[in-house]
């Protein structure tokens, strides 16, 4: 007998029901890309069983930009990836962009499951 290709799926994010009435899915790698807008948007202390997971950037929004920002902003980002995520991806560029109430992450990542090199950019807004 030959051995079947298992598909891996994930629950999707943000968390809903499919039409069928059960949790939604998402292929592996979309999976990841949620993971890391979860990251990148959560606040440290707001999830109860992990206080310090989450990178911030929204609390970030209305600080005087400046180039050492820029740069502290970079840093944690890369360390956050690196701590949560650093088994699932492998960064391999990252800018990180605020602009009035607007934090744009412009990231490229390989998925270490598959060897798959992403681009993409992630936006979030601080509630004025």
Not at 19 to 30: D, F, I, M, V
Not at 62 to 84: I, K
């Amino acid at each position: 007998m030959r051995a079947r290709a298992q598909i891996r799926t994930d629950i999707a994010f943000p968390y809903r029901i499919d039409r069928r009435g059960r949790s939604a899915h998402a292929a592996h790698e979309e999976h990841v890309r949620d993971l890391v807008e979860q990251l990148l948007f959560t606040s440290p202390g707001e999830r109860v069983m992990r206080p310090d997971f989450g990178c911030g950037l929204l609390d970030l929004v209305f600080t005087p930009n400046s180039p050492e920002l820029a740069s502290a902003l970079e840093l944690s980002v890369q360390a956050a990836l690196q701590r949560w995520l650093g088994e699932l991806i492998e960064v391999e560029a990252l800018d990180v962009v605020s602009e009035d109430n607007t934090v744009r992450v412009f990231l490229r990542y390989v998925v270490r499951a598959t060897g798959t090199s992403r681009d993409e950019v992630f936006e979030g807004r601080a509630a004025v």
